[in-house]
T-cell receptor, first 111, second 114 residues
Framework: QKEVEQDPGPLSVPEGAIVSLNCTYS??????FMWYRQYSRKGPELLMY????GNKEDGRFTAQVDKSSKYISLFIRDSQPSDSATYLC???????????FGAGTRLTVKP | DSGVTQTPKHLITATGQRVTLRCSPR?????VYWYQQSLDQGLQFLIH???????AKGNILERFSAQQFPDLHSELNLSSLELGDSALYFC?????????????FGEGSRLTVL
């Protein structure tokens, strides 16, 4: 079993839809949780960063962490074609340099 | 533009050969990370350097080695290449030692081994 599980999709939604992306993890030592966005032929870029359980909102994006269930989510409201990319969850233990990534979910938002 | 520069962008070589991938981190960043991204494995952590010193190793093969130079640029050396080494290799940098800080990724070096 992988430490971080993420459905690779692909996921296709119409413009304006609410998108839900999820990851589960097995190591309860993970403390920091991130979502990276990767456009085709580009490197990943940080989208959201959370530490504690609960929700964090940034514009159309909401990151949710449930440490008790070892489950993290990223919600995208009013999705746009420009949101079409691969979304990778990432997590790291406290005082550790080994960031673990999910496999990434490929999202397409159709106009 | 993340500020992280990787060269070459594309590289095609044969099995058994050796290649060197180069990374220049963002100005002021002391940490450099190397990742391998393949279709079936996702992003795999290879190795981390901070200010010239190795800090952590991940799933890096013995055929692979890396170093960070005094000017903070880093090189990843891949030797005795196999078909399975074909992948995107990303370098990322961070201002802090621990990667709990944001990682800034380069655009990657795409390696094809024939």
């Amino acid at each position: 079993q992988k430490e971080v599980e993420q459905d690779p999709g692909p996921l296709s939604v119409p413009e304006g839809a609410i998108v839900s992306l999820n990851c589960t993890y097995s190591n309860s030592a993970f403390q920091y949780f991130m979502w990276y966005r990767q456009y085709s032929r580009k490197g990943p870029e940080l989208l959201m960063y959370t530490y504690s359980s609960g929700n964090k909102e940034d514009g159309r994006f909401t990151a949710q962490v449930d440490k008790s269930s070892k489950y993290i989510s990223l919600f995208i409201r009013d999705s746009q074609p420009s949101d079409s990319a691969t979304y990778l969850c990432a997590m790291i233990r406290f005082n550790n340099n080994d960031m673990r990534f999910g496999a990434g979910t490929r999202l397409t938002v159709k106009p | 533009d993340s500020g992280v520069t990787q060269t070459p962008k594309h590289l095609i070589t044969a099995t058994g050969q050796r290649v060197t991938l180069r990374c220049s981190p963002r100005s002021g960043d002391l940490s450099v990370y190397w990742y391998q991204q393949s279709l079936d494995q996702g992003l795999q952590f290879l190795i981390h350097y901070y200010n010239g010193e190795e800090r952590a190793k991940g799933n890096i093969l013995e055929r692979f080695s890396a170093q960070q130079f005094p000017d903070l640029h880093s090189e990843l050396n891949l030797s005795s290449l196999e078909l399975g080494d074909s992948a995107l290799y990303f370098c990322a940098s961070s201002v802090v030692e621990g990667s709990a800080g944001e990682l800034f990724f380069g655009e990657g070096s795409r390696l094809t081994v024939l």
